[in-house]
Nanobody, 116 residues
Framework: QVQLVESGGGLGQAGGSLRLSCAAS????????MGWYRQVPGKQRELVAQ???????NYADSVKGRFTISRDNAKNTVFLQMNSLKPEDTAVYYC??????????WGQGTQVTVSS
């Protein structure tokens, strides 16, 4: 099992910045990649950014150039630095761990609200 705990959400202003953290615990060695997803009411959860164990990253087009995903392997933590925030970034942000054949694990989510 892998447990994920997100933190760092809250209220931000358009043009401002927020930083999300996701701390992983449990069967860390089973994780092959970690990502951030977001969801607004009535819509499907969508990928924001992902980082593999090798450090490869990919981003949704809507956040490229504004958001940066990174990881601290020593602390088993993944970060999402969100700059140049827009009101449309408002969503619940979820951390996800990919565990290959063992499946996936989700965090509980953290609310991000961006005011205009």
């Amino acid at each position: 099992q892998v447990q994920l705990v997100e933190s760092g959400g809250g209220l931000g202003q358009a043009g401002g910045s927020l930083r999300l953290s996701c701390a992983a615990s449990g069967s860390i060695a089973s994780i092959s990649a970690m990502g951030w997803y977001r969801q607004v009411p009535g819509k499907q959860r969508e990928l924001v950014a992902q980082i593999t164990n090798g450090g490869s990253t990919n981003y949704a087009d809507s956040v490229k150039g504004r958001f940066t995903i990174s990881r601290d392997n020593a602390k088993n933590t993944v970060f999402l630095q969100m700059n140049s925030l827009k009101p449309e970034d408002t969503a619940v942000y979820y951390c996800k761990a990919h565990r290959g054949l063992l499946g996936i694990s989700w965090g509980q989510g953290t609310q991000v609200t961006v005011s205009s």
